[in-house]
């Protein structure tokens, strides 16, 4: 192991955690880089030459505050258990700013450069969002209830981290069933298998060799990828960030919307560390990721950085440092040489997310571990949102592969058949925000503290009326979402009639 000073920097679990962060990352480049191609129609060299380098160098920058940080709070506490936080772009990031922002501008314009321009300053504004933020984040910890941002981590976790690759591993069994059962012994069980030989490096080997055993990677996807490759150095972009900004207004209600997500998601896993035992400054930690954005926006990357969920799965397989910067390392040499397609030609991914199953089951049962008794209702019910949103998800898009959408098919055929679609639509966008609202009121009710659930509800009226959640648009008063205003103030005044019939009962026992 090595060392600086009492500090470890690369641990036994550095290795597990360094392949299984490094294959959430490089999905997400590859999954950025065939939407800008095949969906959007942007140029190679665009996509390779100016946004893959820059985003490599966002999440390397992030990783190294990170390292840097992690380091700091070890030798400050004298610990040697810390572990460095996961840092890179989420795939909600990913799929709002190419959808909402560069498809809609590159269809009406054609004009790739303009596109372009638009998305660079769009994550620009998600940037400044995170910085000005980061001055209240505290603030928003200590007023809201660790059991409502662990629970709203937890359903994260479980719907958009690990559902899908629950659903790969069952495409692929003759490979992922192996490498479940590989982790179900090793890091949930008491006795480990193969105890010798690091279990990352053993879940890798062995689902790689199962999937060229069974013919799922072929040597000549190996050669079409070594011949992708080549050297793109990150540009300065501010020209264009200068021209992008007088017309990029009218697209910037979706950066607040997923601002505000980015935003409760940072304080989630932020507080998801600190429940494990790692307390990071939030201030310095949201500032991280704000300039880290900043810097890949002026360099040619439209993809805000964000804090990854993951941390306490790391710390549970004994990660400390370096699979941090190891990680934003290989991601930038990767961005730069265009090592991606070749690396997955490899390594198939159904070899690897089974990992990112366990990470998103240790998410869920950290908060189990940290909610008293009388709050775990609150668990189930901050969850429903992100259900919502994960069948939404998957509603449209498998009307979109048919061709059609729940327009055309018609809400009352879907109905007809037990699709509740409208619930689904309005119960699952702004998911983030409204899994934490949810949270709040449930919370708030349970320990009978009424005036912060009126106020909760007026949060949630006000950011209904102005389209943040249960609407897939920022849209002010829009008369399919009034319902929402209405209800929610109703809720409030529900509240504000037991605060003040309480306030005048004096034999009440106060709750804590």
């Known amino acids: 192991m090595v060392q600086a000073s009492h500090v470890m920097l690369w641990k036994k679990g550095d290795l597990a955690a360094y392949f299984g962060l490094l294959a959430n990352n490089l999905s997400n480049l590859l999954t950025m880089s065939s939407l800008l191609l095949y969906v959007v ?8 030459g100016r946004i893959v380098p820059a985003f490599g160098l966002s999440v390397f920058i992030a990783s190294v505050c990170y390292f840097v940080f992690a380091i700091q709070l070890a030798k400050k506490t004298g610990r040697s258990d810390v572990t460095a936080l996961p840092s890179g772009s989420s795939a909600p990031s990913i799929f709002t700013v190419t959808f909402l922002v560069i498809l809609p501008v590159f269809k009406e314009t054609n004009d790739a450069e303009f596109a372009f321009q638009i998305g660079l300053v769009w994550c620009l504004f998600e940037a400044a969002i995170l910085i000005v933020g980061s001055f209240l984040g505290d603030t928003i910890r200590r007023v809201v209830p660790r059991t409502v941002l662990l629970s709203t981590l937890g359903g994260l976790g479980l719907l958009l981290l690990a559902m899908n690759p629950m659903l790969q591993s069952f495409e692929t069994p003759v490979v992922s069933f192996v490498v479940l059962i590989l982790i179900f012994i090793n890091w949930f069980g008491k006795s480990p298998i193969f105890k010798r030989i690091p279990t990352g490096f053993l879940l890798l080997v ?24 080549g050297f793109n150095p990150p540009e300065v972009h501010v020209t264009s960030l200068l021209q992008g900004i007088p017309h990029a207004f009218p697209h910037l209600a979706s950066a607040v919307t997923l601002g505000l997500a980015n935003y409760v998601y940072d304080l989630e896993n932020i507080e998801s560390a600190h429940a494990a035992g790692d ?33 306490n799965g790391w710390k549970s397989i004994g990660a400390g440092f370096g699979y941090s910067i190891a990680t ?42 940290e909610t008293p008794k009388l709050e775990v209702p ?48 309005h119960l699952g966008n702004g998911a983030p925000l409204s899994s934490l609202l949810w949270g709040m009121l449930a919370i708030f009710a349970i ?66």
């Open 378 to 425: 609150v668990i189930f019910i901050a969850m429903f949102p992100w259900i919502a949103n994960w069948g939404i998800t998957l509603a449209n898009n498998i009307l979109s592969a048919a061709g059609t959408n729940a327009a055309t098919v018609g809400i009352d055929k879907l109905l007809n058949k037990g699709v509740y679609y409208k619930g689904l639509f």
């Open 447 to 512: 320990l009978d503290k009424p005036a912060r659930g009126a106020i909760a509800a007026c949060i949630a009226a006000f950011l209904s009326f102005v389209g943040i959640i249960h609407s897939a648009k920022v849209e002010i008063a829009n008369p399919d979402i009034l319902p929402f205003v209405w209800a929610y103030l109703m809720i409030a005044a529900i509240f504000g009639y037991k605060y003040l019939t309480d306030r005048n009962n004096p034999k009440r026992e106060t709750a804590t």
């Open 41 to 48: 129609g942007f140029p190679k060299e665009m996509v390779y």
């Open 206 to 229: 062995t689902g790689t060799g199962l999937a060229w055993i069974f013919g799922l990677q072929s040597p000549e996807a190996v050669s079409d990828a070594l011949g992708s490759l």
């Open 279 to 311: 307390s990071y400054n939030t201030r310095r930690v949201m500032l991280a990721n704000g300039i880290s954005s900043s810097i890949g926006a002026f360099l040619g990357n439209p993809y805000p950085i964000t804090v990854f969920i993951g941390h």
């Open 328 to 369: 934003g390392a290989s991601m930038l040499i990767i961005a730069l040489f265009g090592l991606g397609s070749l690396l997955l030609s490899i390594i198939p991914v159904v070899a690897i997310v089974p990992i990112l199953v366990y990470l998103g089951i240790v998410s869920a049962t950290q908060v189990i571990r």
